[in-house]
């Protein structure tokens, strides 16, 4: 079992194994942490783990600058932050629980990282143990610091967008029966929004709503974890 604990002690042999800092953050009080509702599994892990630093990238669990970021859906949780526009993120449901962990990188498409963050976590460790066990890192992290983060990104397949008005029920053309939070979510949007169900999405999945509709606004359906991209007018800061 993944757990808080387990991940925090993995992190600090790492530190202890390689000549440059593993910087880790502290674990939290629940109570004190930057979350929304989060449940059980979440509370332990941020109890044992507020996040760490490999150079240059650092991920943080707990008050993350950046987690009233505007390009994204509300609730969420922001961890990290590439440095360049890209920023990973758990899904955070309306009543408080915690799903997948998702990336909304530079190019404005959304990709999905891992099916919670503890899983995500897990990977990012053993990616990191495996390459410590490979080359050692005695020249420093540096030099392995793209080869880690590209292990981090499986290459999945591209996700079905729907136009909006496709999902609804009403209007002209033949008549469709969509699933009921596809079409809910597309009731809420306008025409030219596009929707990606991420609903069982493999990790490295990848909804590319940059080439569907330029810079936009994501918006999540109240029951599950389905998005709709509306094209967003950054001159004017209002939605077209």
């Given at each position: 079992?993944?757990?808080?604990?387990?991940?925090?002690?993995?992190l600090?042999?790492?530190a202890?194994?390689?000549?440059?800092d593993?910087?880790?953050?502290?674990?939290?009080?629940?109570?004190?942490?930057?979350?929304?509702?989060?449940?059980?599994?979440?509370?332990?892990?941020?109890?044992?783990l507020?996040?760490?630093?490999?150079?240059?990238?650092?991920?943080?669990?707990?008050?993350?600058?950046?987690?009233?970021?505007?390009?994204?859906?509300?609730?969420?949780?922001?961890?990290?932050?590439?440095?360049?526009?890209?920023?990973t993120?758990?899904?955070?449901?309306?009543d408080?629980?915690?799903?997948?962990?998702?990336?909304?990188?530079?190019?404005?498409?959304?990709?999905?990282?891992?099916?919670?963050?503890?899983?995500?976590?897990?990977?990012?460790?053993?990616?990191?143990?495996?390459?410590?066990?490979?080359?050692?890192?005695e020249?420093?992290?540096?030099?392995?610091a793209?080869?880690?983060?590209?292990a981090?990104?499986?290459?999945?397949?591209?996700?079905?967008?729907?136009?909006?008005?496709?999902?609804?029920?009403?209007?002209?053309?033949?008549?469709?029966?969509?699933?009921?939070?596809?079409?809910?979510?597309?009731?809420?949007?306008?025409?030219?929004?596009?929707?990606?169900?991420?609903?069982?999405?493999a990790?490295?999945?990848?909804?590319?709503?940059?080439?569907?509709?330029?810079?936009y606004?994501?918006?999540?359906?109240?029951?599950a974890?389905?998005?709709?991209?509306?094209?967003w007018?950054?001159?004017?800061?209002r939605?077209?």
């Open positions: 079992m993944i757990t808080g604990q387990s991940l925090a002690r993995r600090r042999s790492l202890a194994r390689v000549p440059f593993v910087a880790v953050r502290p674990g939290v009080d629940a109570g004190d942490a930057d979350t929304t509702g989060p449940g059980a599994a979440e509370r332990e892990l941020l109890r044992h507020g996040g760490f630093s490999v150079p240059p990238v650092e991920v943080r669990l707990t008050g993350h600058p950046r987690r009233r970021s505007p390009a994204l859906p509300e609730p969420g949780h922001v961890v990290s932050d590439d440095g360049g526009g890209g920023l993120w758990v899904d955070v449901a309306p408080g629980s915690w799903g997948q962990v998702l990336m909304q990188y530079r190019e404005g498409g959304l990709y999905v990282q891992a099916g919670s963050l503890a899983d995500w976590l897990d990977r990012l460790v053993t990616t990191a143990e495996e390459l410590v066990d490979e080359v050692g890192f020249d420093g992290v540096q030099p392995y793209d080869e880690f983060w590209d981090l990104h499986p290459d999945g397949p591209e996700l079905v967008l729907h136009p909006a008005s496709a999902l609804r029920d009403e209007g002209a053309g033949t008549p469709v029966d969509p699933d009921p939070v596809l079409a809910a979510l597309a009731r809420s949007v306008p025409d030219n929004a596009v929707i990606a169900d991420l609903r069982g999405a990790p490295g999945s990848r909804a590319r709503f940059d080439r569907a509709c330029g810079p606004r994501l918006r999540r359906a109240a029951d974890p389905v998005f709709a991209a509306v094209p007018d950054w001159q004017y800061d939605p077209r």
